[in-house]
DNA sequence: ATATTTGTTATATATCTAATATAACAAATT
DNA sequence: AATTTGTTATATTAGATATATAACAAATAT
């Protein structure tokens, strides 16, 4: 597995599972239709308990990313499936707001934010305007 | 003052405080050089605890946002004072990495995520790429 | 000079989140 | 038939969040 666990990290681990699961479906290294490994296996692997990965899990369903199917499996959802509603793009602009205020009250250009922009999707694999 | 709290979100209050004063700063509500309302009377204001306030301004001292003068008073730091180190830029980055990444899983374009990040700007009263 | 205000420090308490540990259940899969 | 699955339950530990109250000593205001 991709996933790779800071445990002396400000940010919760089954945070850290949650955004690396979906920077791993940004990246297209899993996709629609997929199965994620047991809350077991994972937790195995990762050297964490069960019930930490079970919570990213569900945090995944919340956000309509994942359909776990109780006995069975957790399956990426199709893009089909993924709404993209009003809300969860008020909610991604509201996530913005901070780190871009943080960075230019910090001493940040608007250049260089939109350069660092370009470098996540180009992390993530996405053809950025212009390259 | 301008800071509205939200009692019942996920975002603790002192992080809410913290991040409407970085907001203020960076639409040029407040200058480097002003000073912050005492800790006791921005708590009364919020109605809040002291200590919450104070746990702000700590982290607003910690990212070099605000230099506190113990027995006086917390002041805005100028933007020469403020390095912007290839940490803080790294850091920045990493925080933007997640949000991106969940835009585009949900299904949101690189155009809209963009025409969000103008937003943004525009709500900070900054001048954004061909506006 | 006196009184007030300031951030600091200390102690205490309550609530919530995060994480782990263990166990059992019943359905799905092998 | 045995194993694996997500689920549910209970318990514990540790840390974060927030409040409450109090006192201190330096800075500021009157």
Known sequence: ???QI???????????????IIEGIARGEMKPGDTL???RAL?????VNMHTVNKS???????????IRPK?????????ERALTPDQLRQIEKNLKPVVAEGMVLG???EQIEHMMKKVFADLQIPAEGV
Chains 1, 2 share one sequence.
């Open 1 to 3: 597995m991709f996933i």
């Open 6 to 20: 800071e445990p002396q990290s400000d940010v919760p681990i089954y945070e850290q599972v949650t955004r690396q």
């Open 37 to 39: 490994p047991s809350v």
């Open 43 to 47: 937790a195995a692997d990762l050297g």
């Open 57 to 67: 899990y569900h945090e995944l369903e919340a956000k309509g990313i994942i359909v």
């Open 72 to 80: 069975s499996g957790a399956i990426i959802s199709s893009t089909e």
């Open 108 to 110: 940040a250009t608007v």
